[in-house]
């Protein structure tokens, strides 16, 4: 699929998401998370295309989240496996299994997070590591990191006031008179 | 592009990608986080073909993280909105635009999560919400919520013993001996 390259976006998730945006790439780093460092085992789980997989690989390898290792010489074999960079994209993954685990219950089966200790489940929330706040709406907002253009300023943070039909319509800078008589229903 | 529906299956990651692994989706929701709502305003932000953002936002309403709502009459137009299962995915987003931060850095200017009251940068971690306690590396496991298969019970656990050459290959049941004999390296 021909797309727009993000990465000199200033928002950060676009930024991420030059490097890992794509399907496959995260169901590669779910199971490299679990341990898997072999084409064939990586092809074998997912049930992805070769070229599919060798093309997601080099791209993840490029992106420093996986390194290439030789494990065998004779013949030559290589293994992938996470980077430290890679390793910290643990929290992604966590948010995005639980909110599947909430949202999308598996039918008759499904995998939950325990705690290794006690064996209770676990239920992650993002807080801020130096003040344990969680991170909920209202309590953080997006800053400008060191000159950031107003179009990325106001990213993730609460959603804005209310709009009504006329006003909004003449507060869009963007659309023309002319445009604006068009109708824009989808 | 053509691929495998992972909706099926128990891991709870690919549940959550089957809705919103795609490129676009996490863009669109990031865009509905900071306001965005209509069409043209989503169009404009992301510079999406407009039939593919008709597809996506469409396969958001259906997956239940967007609502389509008319908020004028004459002429009728729609505006989408988060549902409580897309306000939901916040922490993906959030955990994305910390990633982001820390390992792409935007050249020169960039957004960051900062403290609504004290304005203090935020470093965003996940925690079990009903103990506090950091879910790192060793203190946390996936178990089984009701029956899942072997396969899936590994998932995104640390990292297993390291494999050696021969023994590895041996130990691969899934290989068989005429397959171990290829050069399979990539």
Known sequence: MQRKSFAGMPCPIARSLEHVGEWWSILILRDAFRGVRRFEDFRESLG???????????????????????YCEHPPRHEYRLTERGKDFRPVLLALLAWGNRHFPAEGEGVMLVD????????????DRHTGRALERGSYELAPSLAASAAT??????????????????????RSPAQR???KDR
Chains 1, 2 share one sequence.
């Open 153 to 174: 300023r106001p990213a993730l943070a609460d959603e804005p006031r209310r709009r009504k039909c006329a006003s909004s319509d003449a507060a869009s800078p963007a």
């Open 48 to 70: 992805v295309a070769p070229n599919m997989l060798t093309r997601r690989l080099n791209s993840l390898v490029e992106a420093g989240l996986l390194r290439r290792e030789l």
């Open 181 to 183: 008589d068009q109708p």
């Open 116 to 127: 290794t200790e006690s064996g209770a489940r676990i239920d992650p929330i993002l807080v």
